[in-house]
Nanobody, 126 residues
Framework: QVQLVESGGGSVQAGGSLRLSCAAS???????MGWFRQAPGKKREGVAA???????KYADSMKGRVTISKDNAKNILYLQMNSLKPEDSAMYYC?????????????????????WGQGTQVTVSS
């Protein structure tokens, strides 16, 4: 059973940075792991994805301001977020999907992922 536990969210002023972490266990290769976010009243959307070959994909919404990475020794997925904006405020979720490559068209599609963490809240104030 895949388990995903996010941490690292919090409150930050616009222009600030945060690093989100996701402790992952029970997963198998090959895979994609991704970060998604959902603001109140909005649909959940993909932010970034990485596969076990370390290929990455970023959504246009945060491209250039976020970096996804994974420490395979620690089984931790990270999302480094810089130059944060108030519109980045949302619940951020870690997710896992087997038999995936980041190059796939669906690698940032919410419906393609089956395992989710509980989320970590990010609030950016102006």
């Amino acid at each position: 059973q895949v388990q995903l536990v996010e941490s690292g969210g919090g409150s930050v002023q616009a222009g600030g940075s945060l690093r989100l972490s996701c402790a992952a266990s029970g997963y198998t290769l090959p895979y994609c792991m991704g970060w998604f976010r959902q603001a109140p009243g909005k649909k959940r959307e993909g932010v970034a994805a990485i596969d076990n070959l370390r290929s990455t994909k970023y959504a246009d919404s945060m491209k250039g301001r976020v970096t996804i990475s994974k420490d395979n020794a620690k089984n931790i997925l990270y999302l480094q977020m810089n130059s944060l904006k108030p519109e980045d405020s949302a619940m951020y979720y870690c997710s896992y999907r087997p038999f995936c490559r980041a190059s796939l068209v669906t690698s940032l599609q919410v419906g393609a992922y089956k395992s989710w963490g509980q989320g970590t809240q990010v609030t950016v104030s102006s």
